[in-house]
Each structure stands twice: as C-alpha cells, then as structure tokens.
C-alpha cells in the first residue's frame, strides 16, 4: 500500500526558516517524481514544487522560488522541502504527493499533509 | 502561467441528480487535465487524468470530457458520497496550475 507521511510542521516566527519530510512506503520511492503543494485555510490548492524520480529536474512556484528548497534522498525513501524567509501567506496544509508522469504529470498518492502556521 | 478557470464555484444538486463541472484553460494543455475529489480534512484523491480516463477504483459514475480548451467532469447518479471539493489541475507545464475549486453539496 502506498503511504505518503508528511512531518515538521508547526508555528514559526516570520523570516524564520522550517524543514518538512514526506516519508514514503509501499513503492519504489526512487522512480517516481515528487511534489509539495499547499493549501491556505479555506483556499484552494497551490503547487509548491517538483523534483524528479534522480533529482535531474527541480521546478518552483514564482511565489516560493529563491526561498524554498526541495529535495530527496532515495536511500532514505524521504522528499524534503527546506523553507526559509517565511511569510505569513505561507500559511498552509502542505501535502507531499507522488506524481505519475516524466518530467510532469497527475498527483496520484498524497499525504495527509503538516501543517505550517507562520506567525509572530 | 496558464490559468484555469473553474466553474461554478458551489452547487446543490439532489441525489440521483446528473452534474458537470467544468474548468478552461487559457491555453493549449492537450489533454494533460486532471480532476481531484477532496472531503472535508482529507486529502484530494484523484479521479480522472488525461481529461478522460479514470482512475482504477473511481465508480463509472464519473467521467471526464474535453471539447477545446473546455474541460468537465460529470457525476450520474450523485449519491451522499459525492460531496466534496472538486479540483481540476493542469500538468502540461510548469508551473502546475490548479482551478479554484468547486464545492458539491447535496440538497
């Protein structure tokens, strides 16, 4: 069964900096493209970022480029996303999902999501 | 950025009632348009991708179109179950874009 974990989210300060893990089980972690993607309370969803199944490929949101930083160890079947400068409008569920597809494509696992509240 | 532009935002509709919703694109995205089902505090979990294939698990009830850049989903038979927040998403480039959302309810 394919299972997505996120962890580390909590409250932090603005301009502070937060590191969330996605945890993965139940497939072949490392052939498989990987995405964050957030949703503000009560909004809608908003893709954060994507890295490929051998980290080749890395994409940003304009709204989070040059502040986040996601990454992978497949020995460690874990994705990552290393946030800094934090804003309150980063405010949001953050969910790590699988995607099936090359460079892009359809998110078909998520995790149930962590949740980052950025406030002073 | 390409845009998508989902309609309508909420709707009330009784059951075994038929219902569509639709998203556009403000550009070319071939097929690469997926559809997501979200319940309240769960995570989406995907319904269609590639505008009209469905997911292995998702009742025949649901289905996916495209006519140009205009993409629906349509629920038959709407039960209980169906209710929820409906999200298309495109993957054709970066950065993926996600419509708004529509919210389900049944009368």
């Known amino acids: 069964e394919v299972q997505l974990v996120e962890s580390g989210g909590g409250l932090v300060q603005p301009g502070r900096s937060l590191k969330l893990s996605c945890l993965a089980s139940?497939?072949?972690?490392?052939?498989?493209?990987m995405n964050w993607i957030r949703q503000a309370p009560g909004k809608g969803l908003e893709w954060v970022a994507s890295?490929?199944?051998?980290?080749?490929?890395?994409y940003y949101a304009d709204t989070v480029k040059g502040r986040f930083t996601i990454s992978r160890d497949n020995a460690k079947n874990t994705l990552y996303l290393q946030m800094t400068s934090l804003r309150s409008e980063d405010t949001a569920l953050y969910y790590c999902?699988?995607?099936?597809?090359?460079?892009?494509?359809?998110?078909?696992?998520w995790g149930p999501g962590t949740m980052v509240t950025v406030s002073s | 950025d390409i845009q998508m532009t989902q309609s309508p935002s909420s709707m009330s509709a009784s059951l075994g009632d038929t219902v569509t919703i639709n998203c556009l694109a403000s550009?070319?995205?071939?097929?690469?348009l997926s559809w997501y089902q979200q319940k309240p505090g769960k995570s989406p979990k995907l319904m269609i991708y590639?505008?009209?294939n469905l997911e292995d698990g998702v009742p025949s009830r649901f289905s996916g179109s495209r006519s140009g850049s205009d993409y629906s989903l349509t629920i038959n038979s709407l039960g209980y179950d169906d209710e929820g927040i409906y999200h298309c998403?495109?993957?054709?480039?970066?950065?993926?874009?996600f419509g708004a959302g529509t919210k389900l309810e049944l009368k």
């Open positions: 999902a699988r995607h099936r597809g090359w460079r892009s494509g359809y998110f078909d696992f």
């Open positions: 139940g497939f072949t972690f490392s052939n498989y493209g």
């Open positions: 890295i490929s199944s051998s980290s080749s490929y890395i």
């Open positions: 550009q070319d995205i071939g097929n690469y």
């Open positions: 590639g505008a009209t």
């Open positions: 998403h495109q993957y054709y480039e970066y950065p993926n874009t």
